[in-house]
């Protein structure tokens, strides 16, 4: 059974006034009781829930004893091997019980599909080794170790020294596309392995510190009260978070725990389950309790801090003359001072610590004048995973080549971001280092592709070299590769295609686009010139006719100057799709290549301006400077300084 978390008009965060404190719960009683009509009998919904059994044979699914439904992995990654785990060391899940290893690649990518972009998630990994590979790790030998990472950010390294234990790690994130990675990097102590891997939605109020260029990772999260071992996770928990128990010492700390049924603010960030605020520890005999004291991980360069959540919910209805009231203090320094809990309120209190102790501890402290010491009923602790979106491939060319992927079924290393982290970028595509990195080059050359060349091939706005030389691609060329090709935007590296002309060499390998050797970096070349004047345009808008939306610094000659430029087009130094290059002079004596579209007809006349405008999307190290376009009647062309 669970509550809705809609009740209006409850907000509080912060208990500072207890006056006002103790009023606004009564009204919040008021309503609450009113709006228990409304409590939803059975399970909280699993919608958006994503549940992978990894290495679970191909076309498994089942209903584990929670009642989530899990698959096997196979849709979600293309790598990697299946294992059982050796049965002595059992499990208490069902997941954990075969698993998925990586020992080729050193990046294999999980892609979780189910995800909305902006949208907050909780990811969990879960490693139980079992001796699965026979290699009989035990807590003795080298931990086993690799990292995972979300996206293309270092998330954590799992490290493993209990064969028989299983490992969960949670992230809480916030989608930086309509999918997200979770890879396993190889670091050379031992081969990586996963046993499962769940994605749960959170409402978008709830871990307030985690945004698009962050995510919270847990370090640790307990539930103190239960007097045994027991986990809380769904149905109790709607999110399926896992609070394992706290296991304390009987001489210090005593259980107290209610059945009532508890309430929560409308704008609760955290939102325990009541399961666990239905219990918590509080000291037998001292004044004080003290939490669980943990270090920095050491793994972290860029460590901005911990985020900090206690979970404290008053069990007990005090009468008139018993009170509870504690500060708390973080290592030796006040924290939260004279906290007073609204009796059967889920209240929590959460915090920063940016400060680097070597150790950190919270101890809660009775105030002299309380009758009753301090409670905790639970305590999550997450660190700050800095979120690189800005080094993520842009979303179109990532869309784009994992469905060249699926469509050809091509099985390399290409799983993960296609260009992030550099090291880990997919064989034969390259990028360029923008902000989110594009493909500029895809190599699929020896890959025994057949049929039509893919339609998204043509949509990747800064691809300039496609290789497909090598396979038997003898069908439909998209338009748009062949019209890029044409005006030298892409090389098209392609055995045979009657749509690109040039029927002559049918059956050698054609280098169409700018086959001319001076001008071969043309298209490339004209990018970062016109990449600056796109910049300039920006700054210097709507300046009215279209063709004034080509930089002033790009002179515009008529018919006649390139006629004398090119002594009368005497030299021709080229000969592509586009037209022929001739050899000339610019009046100050600087060498130029002078690029003549041989295009008729109105239309190519205004693809020829939108072409040229469109050079601006590419651009390139090894440039060379557009000098100048000429768009005279019917005469169109394109000036470059000419690198011998
Ligand atoms: C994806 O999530 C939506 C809701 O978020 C759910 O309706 C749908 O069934 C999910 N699809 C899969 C394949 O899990
Ligand atoms: C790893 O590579 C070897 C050799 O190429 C291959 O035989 C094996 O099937 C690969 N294993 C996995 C799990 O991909
Ligand atoms: C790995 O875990 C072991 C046992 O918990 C610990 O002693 C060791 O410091 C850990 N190593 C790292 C790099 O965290
Ligand atoms: C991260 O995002 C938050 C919220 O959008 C913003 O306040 C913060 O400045 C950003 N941090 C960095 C380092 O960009
Ligand atoms: C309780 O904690 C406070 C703050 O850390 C400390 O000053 C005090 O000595 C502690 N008292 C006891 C009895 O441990
Ligand atoms: C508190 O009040 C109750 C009656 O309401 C009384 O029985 C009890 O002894 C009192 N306790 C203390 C500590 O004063
Ligand atoms: C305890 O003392 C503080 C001031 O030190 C006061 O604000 C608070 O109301 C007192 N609490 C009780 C229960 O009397
Ligand atoms: C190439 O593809 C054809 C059919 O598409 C297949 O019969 C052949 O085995 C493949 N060759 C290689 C080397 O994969
Ligand atoms: C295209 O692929 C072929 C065969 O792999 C290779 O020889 C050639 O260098 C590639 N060309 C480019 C421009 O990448």
Not at 252 to 261: D, E, H
Not at 316 to 323: A, F, R, V, W, Y
Not at 438 to 464: A, V
Not at 470 to 499: E, M, Q, R, W, Y
Request: proline residues 5%.
């Amino acid at each position: 059974m669970y509550i809705t978390n809609s009740i209006p008009n409850c907000f509080l965060y912060t208990i500072e006034n207890i006056n006002f404190l103790k009023m606004k719960v009564s009204w919040c009683f008021l309503v609450i009781s009113a709006i228990c009509a409304a409590i939803i009998e059975g399970q909280p919904s699993t919608q958006g829930f994503t549940s992978i059994d990894c290495g679970a044979p191909s076309g498994t699914t089942y209903k584990d004893s929670t009642g989530i439904l899990y698959v096997s992995d196979d849709s979600y990654i293309d790598t990697g091997k299946n294992y059982k785990i050796d049965p002595k060391y059992g499990s208490a899940s069902n997941q954990a019980s075969t698993l998925r290893s990586f020992p080729n690649e050193t990046r294999n990518c999980y892609t979780l599909w189910n995800v909305t972009k902006g949208e907050k998630y909780l990811v969990r990994a879960t490693f139980l080794y079992g001796n699965y590979d026979g290699k009989q790790m035990s807590q003795h030998s080298t931990p086993l170790q690799f990292n995972l990472h979300i996206d293309v950010n270092l998330w954590r390294t799992v490290n493993i020294t209990d064969a028989s234990r299983e490992y969960a790690h949670e992230v809480v994130t916030v989608a930086a596309n309509d999918f997200i990675w979770v890879c396993l990097e190889d670091i050379k102590a031992g081969t990586p392995f996963i046993s499962a891997l769940e994605l749960r939605p959170l409402r978008d109020n709830l871990y307030p510190l985690a945004f698009p260029n962050q995510s919270n990772a847990i370090l640790f999260r307990l539930n103190y009260g239960p007097t045994k071992s027991v986990t809380i996770r769904y149905p109790d928990d709607p999110y399926d978070r896992i609070w394992p128990w706290y296991q304390y010492d009987t001489t210090m700390l005593k259980s107290i725990s209610t059945t009532a049924r508890f309430t929560r603010y409308s704008g609760d960030q955290f939102e325990a389950p009541y399961s666990v605020l239905q219990t918590a520890l509080t000291p037998v005999s001292s004044s004080n309790l003290t939490t669980v004291s943990y270090d920095a991980p050491s793994n972290n360069p860029n460590f901005p801090g911990y985020y900090v959540v206690l979970h404290m919910t008053e069990l007990q209805e005090l009468s008139e003359n018993q009170s509870r009231q504690f500060d708390i203090y973080l290592n030796d320094g006040i924290w939260a001072s004279s906290l007073m809990l609204p009796y059967g309120m889920a209240y929590y209190r959460y915090d920063n610590v940016a400060e680097h102790y070597s150790n950190i501890k919270f101890t809660l402290v009775k105030m002299s004048n309380s009758s009753l010491p301090p409670i905790l009923n639970g305590m999550e602790v997450y660190w700050a995973v800095t979120m690189e979106v800005n080094q993520l491939t842009s979303a179109g060319d990532v869309m784009g080549i994992m469905a060249i992927k699926d469509d050809y079924n091509i099985i390399r290393n290409w799983n993960g971001d296609p260009c992030s982290p550099t090291m880990f970028s997919w064989h034969g595509v390259g990028c360029n280092t923008d902000e989110p990195p594009q493909i500029t080059s895809l190599d699929l050359s020896h890959n025994n592709l057949s049929g039509d060349i893919p339609e998204f091939l043509g949509e990747m706005p800064k691809l300039q070299v496609l290789n497909l030389s090598g396979n038997h691609l003898n069908g439909h060329v998209p338009d748009t590769l062949i019209k890029k090709n044409k005006f030298g935007l892409l090389l098209l590296l392609i055995d045979s295609c009657t749509a690109c002309e040039d029927k002559s060499n049918k059956n050698n390998l054609v280098i169409i686009a700018i086959a001319v050797v001076a001008v071969a970096t043309v298209a490339v070349a004209v990018g970062l010139l016109l990449f600056r004047i796109l910049g300039r345009r920006r700054r210097k808008r709507g300046s009215g006719e279209q063709e004034m939306q080509i930089h002033n610094e790009v002179k515009k000659f008529n018919h006649e100057e390139l006629n004398d430029m090119t002594n009368n087009f005497l030299r021709t130094i080229g000969r592509g799709g586009f037209g022929i290059v001739y050899h000339g002079y610019l009046e100050n004596q600087i060498e130029v290549a002078v690029k003549v579209c041989s295009l008729e007809s109105t239309q190519a006349n205004k693809q020829f301006l939108a072409e040229v405008r469109s050079l601006s999307l590419v651009h390139h190290k090894n440039l060379v400077k557009l000098v100048g376009y000429c768009k005279d009647g019917a005469n169109l062309a394109v000036v470059y300084e000419y690198l011998p």
